[in-house]
């Protein structure tokens, strides 16, 4: 539909201008009075230059997202992926004084494939720092169609967990057995009593050693270690003394996996 409107609107502009040229070139000057560039062959240009622009501007990708809520059709059912934000741009559109912004972005399907894409995006001003670079965001893309991808608003959490869980995999930045605490075990409370550094560093993710106080439900505690890879700027949540979620498995109380925010 919005690939339709903007082809319709394109086409409105070229003809008027087409039949503007027409008539002025071919107009004989005693018939027209001497009018034949100035009279009602200019309304339909004046329409299409008036209206064309406006209808241009609030039927791109971003915008419509904006007005919408959601994603555009071409998009809709593509596929999910994580994407790093690697930069961000203004693109000089606004929408009730709210920029659209151009998203660089690096991006990881559950696939395997990586690649390097930008999505565009009407974003509230307090809301720009959410989209600092190394921000986590899930995407929609389009196989073979890479060059663009669109932030995902279908809200499916669930499935951009999943995502993002595998990616987390592939990197070599968690395991399998991880993943399952994840998803099967009891979310608890947690005090760091211990920190360390290994030495281990995958993507510039540096590996910790926690030592944990965790509270179980009935209000008892236990404690345990846990090494985790994790991104510079999450490291300040797991100081010592920090309150973290956690989630364990009640069978074996050494399995368990943080439960920190992706964009911690």
Do not use: C
């Amino acid at each position: 539909m919005i690939r339709t409107l903007r082809a319709a609107a394109w086409l409105f502009l070229a003809g008027s201008v087409g039949y503007y040229l027409w008539y002025g070139l071919t107009a004989d000057a005693s018939d027209s009075g001497g009018l034949a560039w100035v009279g009602p062959q200019m309304i339909p240009l004046g329409i299409a230059v008036s209206l064309v622009p406006v209808l241009l501007a609030f039927t791109k990708d971003g915008v419509v997202s904006a007005f919408t809520g959601r994603n555009s059709a071409a998009f809709r059912n593509g596929l999910l992926g994580v994407g790093t934000v690697t930069g961000t741009r203004p693109t000089g559109t606004t929408l009730n004084d709210q920029p659209e912004v151009r998203i660089e972005l690096n991006v990881r399907g559950a696939d395997g494939t990586t690649f390097d894409s930008h999505a565009k995006l009407v974003v509230p001003l307090t809301d720009l720092a959410l989209f600092a670079p190394g921000a986590v965001l899930p995407v929609r893309y389009l196989p073979g169609r890479t060059d663009r991808v669109e932030i995902d608003r279908s809200g499916d959490m669930a499935g951009a967990q999943a995502v993002y869980n595998e990616v987390q995999f592939q990197r070599g930045l968690t395991t399998r057995e991880a993943l399952e605490v994840a998803e099967r075990g009891i979310p608890a409370s947690a005090v760091v009593r211990s920190l360390d550094v290994t030495g281990a560093v995958r993507e510039e993710y540096a590996e910790l050693r926690l030592g944990l106080i965790v509270s179980r439900p009935d209000g008892t505690t236990f404690e345990t270690e846990v090494e985790k890879f994790l991104p510079p700027r999450a490291v300040q949540l797991v100081q010592v003394g920090r309150v973290i979620q956690v989630r364990y498995l009640p069978a074996d109380e050494t399995r368990i996996a943080l439960a920190l925010p992706a964009n911690a």
